[in-house]
C-alpha cells in the first residue's frame, strides 16, 4: 500500500467546496479521478503483496479499510456479487455526505464524488479493468449528500481506454516539405 493522510471532516468538506465552487474547470472529474488514482495505486499495492486472494476477497478488503478509515460503508462486495453491467454498490453511510449536509441550504447535486472515485480505484484494482461510474441522482431516492438514506452508485466497465486508443493511433503526419 501506499501512506495515508487524513483529514477532519470540515478540512474535507471546505476543500470540496472551493473545487465544486470553479465553474471552470472539470470538477467532478477532478473530485472523481484523484479519488480513483489514491484508492488504485494504494489497493493494488496490497493485493500484489496477496496474489492468493480472490477478486471477493480484495473487495471485502478494500470494503473494510474504506470503513476502518472512516469513509463510509462501501458495500464493493455487491460488485463481485453482480453478474451483470452496470454495476450498483449501495453506501449507507458516507463521511463526505454527512459533511457536506452541514452546508447551508439544499445542495443541487450529489456531492459523494470521493466515494465514487474510490469505488472506481478499488474495481480497477480488484478486476484489473478499469470502471466508469456515476451517482444516481433518483428525485425518489437522492443521495446521502442530498438528504437521503443512502447513496448509490452505478458503475460499468470501459471497453477501451482514451489512453489506450491514443497510443495505438498513428502520429500526425508533417506536411510536405517540398510542396511548401
Known amino acids: 500500500g ?11 468538506r471546505v476543500l470540496q467546496l472551493i473545487i465544486e465552487d470553479c465553474h471552470y474547470i472539470a470538477r467532478e472529474a477532478i473530485l472523481i479521478r484523484s479519488a480513483a488514482e489514491v484508492s488504485h495505486r494504494q489497493l493494488q499495492g496490497v493485493f500484489a503483496e496477496h496474489p ?68 472506481e480505484g478499488a474495481l480497477k484494482a480488484a478486476f484489473g479493468q478499469e470502471h466508469d461510474g456515476h ?6 431516492h437522492p443521495p446521502l449528500s442530498m438528504g437521503g438514506e443512502y447513496t448509490d452508485f452505478v458503475l460499468r466497465p470501459v471497453e477501451t481506454s482514451v489512453l489506450a486508443v491514443l497510443s495505438s493511433a498513428a502520429p500526425p503526419s508533417l506536411p510536405n516539405q517540398e510542396a511548401v
Not at 451517482?135 to 425518489?140: E, L, R, S, T
Open 135 to 140: 451517482i444516481d441522482n433518483n428525485p425518489d
Open 2 to 12: 501506499e501512506p495515508q493522510i487524513f483529514h477532519c471532516n470540515h478540512y474535507n
Open 52 to 119: 492468493e486472494w480472490s477478486v471477493g476477497e480484495c473487495l471485502q478488503y478494500a470494503e473494510t479499510l474504506y470503513r476502518y478509515c472512516g469513509f463510509g460503508d462501501l458495500a464493493l462486495h455487491e460488485a463481485f456479487a453482480a453478474t451483470d453491467a452496470p454495476l450498483r454498490i449501495r453506501e449507507r453511510h458516507s463521511h463526505y455526505g454527512a459533511a457536506l449536509r452541514l452546508n447551508y441550504g439544499k445542495r443541487r447535486w450529489p456531492g459523494e464524488f470521493f466515494d465514487l472515485g474510490f469505488a
